[in-house]
């Protein structure tokens, strides 16, 4: 989108694995096996179109979408799917993937019901806001939010208990372990600015069975097994793990299990269960609404899209919608996709586009960049 922000998440695989083809039979049969086993709570189904779960609305299917209820199930179906070599998508808010026409030689996990949010808080100190100077005191705050908890659910909670730190991510599709894993960017706010913590289910360390384990085990002492892993930012990272559209989680075989952030709470009568003050919600809501209401000018919601097609380079001296519209490029079309006519840097579906339209699309505008310009745009989207 055009402040480069791009709630996905992003795809994993067995790097040592070598890719094969799913065969209906024997994927329903491994999906079985996940699904009785009694470490296991979710769904599973079978020859799934991805265009219901991505926002370019194109692609193929998935011969096997898995929904595990929590990361016990999470880690019992990586497992078994790892002792069948089978290579894994993670699957978040879909907004900046582009699933490939046929069917997909990998299983699927959808990370959505991984959406617990939780908040512990600390002593008030004195904090002032220039447009809300009734505020005088604001609460540390630590949240946690599972990598499944959509930025929309993630913006309302705050709002509900008076929580300030997202107001720049409002109207972001996507979840917290998208944003997370490729940093989002809004407004020129990264979204790791508030992050403290990722806990993440390391894929070179799960075994091929859980069958070791005890179910008490992995039930109550999850944390204590080898293959569950936290990355902690503080001042001795910060400046080399992270930087524009970048993450220490790009470089893992990983899928990231939930973030906590260090943030403020400006209700400090906000206890279990309790909404803050309406006048608070009211103030935190508004700021949202603001960068919502930009997002709806700037044409971000008219049509399938899947967010910022390009990253923006400094080097270039202007950001690649720019470019792309300086070249006269908006409203280019190869099949049923489309460079918005009315931004550069978005890529819409007008109904008909296929995964393969968009792939095209893509790689002709980076040409003709290329050509004209010599600079060499490098995507956002991933095409799986």
């Known amino acids: 989108m055009s402040c480069g922000d791009f709630p996905i998440y992003h795809s994993l695989f067995f790097q040592k694995c070598a890719i094969i083809s799913i065969m209906v039979s024997s994927i329903r049969e491994i999906g079985e096996n996940i699904k009785n086993s009694p470490l296991f709570i979710g769904d599973i189904n079978y020859d799934v179109p991805m ?10 299917s998935a011969p096997i979408f898995i929904e595990p209820e929590n990361e016990i199930s999470l880690a019992q179906a990586v497992s078994t799917l790892k002792s069948q070599g089978i290579q894994v998508f993670v699957l978040g808010g879909g907004s900046n993937t582009v699933v490939r026409d046929g069917e997909m030689q990998r299983a699927v996990i959808s990370m959505s019901r991984l959406n617990a949010i939780s908040i512990e808080s600390k002593n008030a100190a004195p904090f002032e806001i220039e447009d809300f100077p009734e505020v005088k005191e604001a609460a540390e705050i630590t949240l946690t939010a599972g990598a499944g908890v ?27 372990g998208g944003a997370t894993f490729m940093n989002a960017r809004c407004y020129g706010t990264d979204f790791s600015t508030n992050i403290t913590e990722i806990k993440y289910l390391d894929l070179d360390r799960i075994p091929a069975s ?13 944390d204590d097994r080898s293959f569950i892993s936290v990355y902690t930012k503080d001042e001795s990272n910060s400046g080399t793990d992270w930087g524009y559209k970048q993450s220490p989680m790009q470089k893992k075989n ?3 299990l939930s973030v906590k952030f260090a943030l403020r709470g400006i209700d400090l009568y906000v206890t279990a269960g309790q909404s803050a003050s309406p006048r608070i919600s009211d103030y935190i809501w508004k700021k949202n609404a603001e960068k919502i209401a930009d997002r709806t000018e700037k044409g971000q919601f008219k049509a399938p899209s899947a967010g910022s097609v390009f990253k923006n380079n400094r080097d270039y001296g202007k950001p690649s919608g720019a470019i ?3 070249l006269g490029m908006k409203g280019t079309k ?19 586009a296929t995964a393969d339209d968009v792939e095209k ?3 002709f505008v980076m040409e003709k960049v290329s050509e004209n310009t010599g600079y060499n745009l490098e995507p956002e989207i991933i095409f799986v």
């Open 254 to 256: 990983a899928v990231i």
């Open 334 to 352: 190869i099949g049923g996709a489309q460079v918005a006519p009315w931004h550069g840097n978005f890529i819409i579906n007008m109904g008909n």
């Open 51 to 60: 265009s219901e779960h991505t926002t370019m609305k194109v692609g193929g």
């Open 324 to 326: 792309i519209d300086e």
């Open 150 to 176: 959509t930025i929309e659910a993630l913006n309302a909670w705050c709002v509900k208990y008076g929580i300030l730190g997202f107001e720049t991510f409002a109207g972001l599709p996507g979840t917290v």
């Open 361 to 363: 699309l893509v790689n």
């Open 210 to 222: 859980l069958e070791k384990y005890s179910e008490y085990d992995l039930k109550y002492s999850l």
